[in-house]
């Protein structure tokens, strides 16, 4: 699989083990029922990281990362703009639900930090949430109720 990796650094005074434990148990599972509706097909932690193929980006310090994430979608741009558009859960999930929780153990939301590399650059202790659209962990149900309360409005 041929998916481009993105690069995360974790938040200060947590230790490495701290964010993969969190990051893979805790964090996965609230991405997961909103990426598998919002057509992620497949989503990849890799821990314990190590250099697998030349960089391109000689400046770049593998050890200043902590971890990637590989994710595929097929949603296109027009299914984006319009569940922006026409779906309160596509954008007040993952703002008020998604986002926070990144805040709690990243070194800031991903979207504000992480470096895309390319696909294969790192290996690791891979953990696949998502594959072929089905999800391989189980979410818990205080995440699906918490996810069904936006699904029906009742978090907004």
Wanted: aromatic share 10%; glycine share 6%.
């Amino acid at each position: 699989m041929t998916t481009p990796q993105n690069l995360l650094k974790r938040r200060p005074g947590t230790t490495r083990e701290e964010f993969s434990k969190y990051w893979e148990t805790k964090h996965a599972l609230i991405v997961l029922p909103w990426a598998l509706k919002y057509g992620i097909t497949y989503y990849a932690q890799i821990h314990d990281m190590s250099l697998q193929s030349p960089i391109d980006d000689m400046s770049l310090n593998l050890q200043e990362w902590d971890g990637a994430s590989e994710m595929i979608s097929t949603a296109s741009e027009e299914d984006k703009a319009a569940w922006r558009a026409n779906d309160p859960c596509y954008l007040g999930y993952y703002q008020h639900v998604i986002v926070p929780d990144e805040e709690r153990f990243l070194i800031d939301k991903a979207a504000s930090h992480v470096k895309t590399i390319k696909p294969g650059t790192v290996t690791g202790r891979k953990v696949v949430i998502i594959e072929d659209g089905k999800a391989l962990v189980d979410a818990g149900e205080e995440i699906m109720t918490l996810w069904n309360q936006w699904m029906d409005g009742d978090s907004r």
